[in-house]
């Protein structure tokens, strides 16, 4: 008789920010003093009326290679010229090297300030890259010079909008493994089982082999089967999380 067991292995959702860009730039002077956007200290960049856009980049992140991005955040201090009323600003994630953009930019709406510059407050947009964002991210262009964020003046409103200062926040997991052994009573036989994994190619474990490793895997599904060696019953297929081995779920924790 026989059995196998499988491990997966996975690492923890990890946070790394907040931080705040080290370049600014707006195209034709749409907005003046746009370096103001790079620190929190009420001197704003400032535009007045709407679509107006200011790219804010170089935020330092260092996102390990073989990390998945699930979530980004991005927060910007923002208001309104005093008695203008509630108004729209977008937030665009800005991709390196190809120019590319959000295609569907996210709204966030903002009320009026009654200092202006001093009273803007911070508003929030987050989530998954590709399903809120609509941008695949790689590790690499995170921690590229000009990963960022454009932040456009986008209401119908014609008054001044602040910008005091941007921050992004990258939410990311790890690459997880699958680990395979075999175990046979009596225990050390020479008979090699085939396995085939829906991650990779078919291999072959002895009740003496060193465990099978996957490598690195995403975040998923995946499933094991094993062919009966002819004289063997198989008596067991377990899981140590508990996932059935024809469903094993790879998730953060």
């Given at each position: 008789v026989f059995y196998f067991a499988v491990a997966p292995i996975f690492l923890n959702a990890e946070i790394e920010g907040a931080k705040y860009a080290t370049s600014a730039s707006s195209a034709n002077g749409h907005w003046s003093n746009p370096s103001n956007a790079l620190t929190e200290d009420n001197a704003c960049a400032e535009t007045g009326g709407p679509n107006k856009k200011v790219t804010l980049t170089g935020f330092g992140f260092s996102i390990p290679s073989d990390a998945i991005i699930t979530d980004v955040t991005v927060e910007a201090k923002l208001g309104l010229d005093e008695g203008s009323g509630p108004d729209k600003f977008k937030y665009q994630l800005v991709k390196p090297g190809t120019g590319v953009v959000t295609s569907d930019p996210l709204n966030v709406n903002t009320t009026e300030v009654t200092t202006q510059c001093s009273d803007t407050d911070y508003i929030s947009k987050s989530g998954n890259p590709i399903s809120v964002w609509n941008l695949s991210l790689t590790p690499a262009e995170v921690n590229g010079q000009d990963f960022g964020v454009i932040i456009n003046s986008h209401g119908?409103?014609?008054?001044?909008?602040?910008?005091?200062?941007?921050?992004?926040?990258?939410?990311?997991?790890?690459?997880?493994?699958?680990?395979?052994?075999?175990?046979?009573?009596?225990?050390?036989?020479?008979?090699?089982?085939?396995?085939?994994?829906?991650?990779?190619?078919?291999?072959?474990?002895?009740?003496?082999?060193?465990?099978?490793?996957?490598?690195?895997?995403?975040?998923?599904?995946?499933?094991?089967?094993?062919?009966?060696?002819?004289?063997?019953?198989?008596?067991?297929?377990?899981?140590?999380?508990?996932?059935?081995?024809?469903?094993?779920?790879?998730?953060?924790?």
């Open positions: 119908g409103n014609n008054v001044d909008h602040f910008l005091d200062v941007a921050r992004i926040t990258i939410t990311f997991t790890g690459t997880g493994t699958i680990i395979v052994d075999k175990v046979t009573d009596p225990t050390g036989a020479s008979q090699s089982f085939d396995f085939t994994p829906s991650y990779g190619s078919v291999f072959s474990l002895t009740s003496s082999s060193s465990p099978d490793n996957s490598g690195p895997l995403n975040p998923g599904l995946y499933s094991i089967s094993e062919s009966v060696a002819a004289g063997w019953d198989l008596t067991s297929a377990t899981c140590s999380d508990g996932s059935p081995v024809a469903s094993i779920s790879l998730q953060a924790d």
